[in-house]
């Protein structure tokens, strides 16, 4: 059997690198990117499908914070 060369990575290797371009929010200014953002909240809360968190939904989260669902026990 005769032995051929992969070409898996060598296609990479062989591109020379070229510059990335900001596409999307990255090529917004953040004023930009504020207003939009902000504009998704406030309509959201506006069908009625928005939500806003009491003081205890806030605390019972926060305790929740780093916790596994399932701890396993430590070796």
């Known amino acids: 059997m005769a032995t051929s060369q992969s070409s898996r990575g060598t296609a990479a290797a062989n591109t020379p690198a070229r510059p990335t371009s900001r596409r999307g929010f990255a090529s917004m200014d953040p004023e930009t990117q504020r207003r939009i953002a902000s504009e998704g909240g ?3 809360h506006e069908s009625g499908r928005g939500h806003r968190w009491t003081s205890e939904e806030a605390r019972q989260a926060g305790r929740k914070g780093g916790q596994s669902r399932r701890p396993t026990p430590m070796a």
């Open 42 to 44: 406030k309509a959201s």
